[in-house]
Every structure is written in structure tokens, then in C-alpha cells.
């Protein structure tokens, strides 16, 4: 499973529709979420592959709508955010996924008094999501383990999803899979063999989706996953945008690393 092998398949521009997560994916993850950057290069062929695509490409982040457009611009791509509670579908429409306010102001007031008093960690508020950092302070992520599955115990309408150095509390019943399913549903998308390139275990529910559907799932990075195959760094997925951009009319590109 995590022993890759020369071999990779063939990816054809129009048969294809493409996925992306963003930190440690397409941009280099940072000490802090707000130093994080996509570069103007990668923006580049980012533009270049959704027109040769035929638009079929979205991004598919923990990071909130407003935030991907930030990073992304000036470009305008069909989005999710906040690992699916947001999402901007094909047609430019926002679906959001909401917490009760009373629920948002008692987590928000309970996170930022624990976290307080653990110097390095980060409180990132999402309105409907917290992700609590602890990248500057590892000597903290038992205490920002175990706040975070206080809050779950507390409301019962927040679920936990781990990932690298963080802790996120996120609203039941959204996850990257679903929205990738939901992308995979409308028009542009429909009818095309899925490609997801993400680095985190927040991704591995879009790459069950994308194996379901007989698509190309790829990990960036070491580590356990159910995807087939890896890219080793954010580098790495970069140059191989490059070329797949370079070569877009020869329709076709290799991807990747098959992982047994």
C-alpha cells in the first residue's frame, strides 16, 4: 500500500475532471494558516487546466469559501470550504452548512479561554467550524486533543476531524467526500473519471469517493492512505501541473506514483 511503483495511468483532459486540496497540496503548509500561499505560478496553471478541462476542476479545502478565493486570485473556481459545510457549485450558487449561533459564541468563548493558557497554539474560527492549532506548541496536542473531544461531548451537532498539527471541529455530516460526490453530480463534472490530489487524513474521504467512481486518487506525502497512488510534495505536484499544463495539446499526461 505505501511502496510505490513505477507505473502510472493516463490522464486525458477531456475525460477527466480534477480536485485539488490547498495547504500541503498546492501551497507549502506554514507556521501559521494566514502566512500560507498558492504561487502566482501555480495560479497560472491552475487557469490553464480548468479551461483545457472545460472547467472541470474545483477546490476542495478545510479552508473557508472567502479564503480560496483569496488564494486563488483572480480566478473563480466552483469551491468547498470548511471540508464541505460551504460549498460554491458550478453555477457560482453558495450552499452552507450552519451551526445555531448560541452553539458558535459558547464553542468560540470555550476554545479561546482553554487555549489561552497554552502559549503556541492557534484558535482559527470559521463561523461554523474551529481548528485548533498546535503546529508552534506540540508539547500541547494532548490538551488540544482532549478540548476538542470536550466540546464534542458537549454538542453533540460538532464531529472532530484530525489532521497535521490540528484539531478541527466541524458540523456533523459534512465531509470532503460528499462534497466531491455533490461536485461529481452537476453539470461539467457529470460524466467524468475523477482526479483528487490531497495530503491530509482529511482527504481520505474524497479519495473513497474518487476510488468508488473508478477515479485517481493521489496522496501527496508519506503516510497511510486508500489512495493509488503518491506524489511526494507539494513540489512535486507543482511540476507535475506544469507539465500537465504544457502539454495540453497532446490531451494526455502521466501522474504519479502507484502505490501496493
Known amino acids: 500500500m505505501n511502496h510505490p511503483a513505477v507505473i502510472a495511468p493516463v490522464v486525458t483532459l477531456d475525460n477527466h475532471a480534477f480536485f485539488f486540496d490547498v495547504d500541503g497540496t498546492l501551497a507549502a503548509i506554514q507556521s501559521r494558516p494566514d502566512e ?7 495560479i497560472t496553471c491552475l487557469q490553464k ?16 469559501l472567502s479564503e480560496l478565493d483569496a488564494l486563488t486570485a483572480p480566478l473563480r473556481l466552483p469551491l468547498a470550504g470548511v471540508h464541505g459545510a460551504e460549498r460554491r457549485d ?14 458558535s459564541k459558547s464553542v468560540l468563548q470555550q476554545l479561546r479561554q482553554v487555549l489561552a493558557t497554552l502559549p503556541g497554539t492557534l484558535l482559527e474560527s ?4 474551529f481548528a485548533l492549532h498546535f503546529r508552534n506548541a506540540p508539547e500541547y496536542a494532548d490538551e488540544v486533543q482532549d478540548l476538542a473531544e470536550k466540546m464534542v ?5 460538532l464531529v472532530l476531524q484530525p489532521g497535521k498539527c490540528v484539531v478541527e471541529l466541524k458540523p456533523k455530516g459534512v ?7 455533490q461536485f461529481m ?4 463534472f457529470s460524466g467524468r473519471i475523477p482526479v483528487f490530489v490531497g495530503d491530509d487524513v482529511t482527504d481520505e474521504t474524497g479519495f473513497g469517493v474518487v476510488n468508488a467512481l473508478g477515479g485517481v486518487a493521489i496522496k501527496v506525502g508519506q503516510g497511510q492512505t486508500q489512495a493509488s497512488f503518491r506524489m511526494d510534495n507539494v513540489e ?4 507535475w501541473l506544469e507539465k500537465l499544463t504544457s502539454q495540453l495539446h497532446q490531451d494526455t499526461t502521466f501522474i504519479g506514483k502507484e502505490l501496493r
Open 236 to 239: 512535486e505536484v507543482h511540476r
Open 49 to 64: 487546466l480548468s479551461v483545457g478541462c472545460g472547467n472541470a476542476l474545483a477546490l476542495v479545502s478545510g479552508r473557508p
Open 153 to 157: 461531548m458537549q454538542f453533540p451537532q
Open 185 to 188: 453530480q452537476e453539470a461539467l
Open 175 to 181: 465531509d470532503k467526500g460528499l462534497a466531491l460526490h
Open 90 to 103: 458550478v453555477a457560482g450558487k453558495v450552499h452552507c452548512i450552519s451551526l445555531p449561533d448560541e452553539v
Open 36 to 42: 500560507v500561499f498558492i504561487p502566482s505560478s501555480v
Open 126 to 129: 470559521k463561523g461554523m467550524a
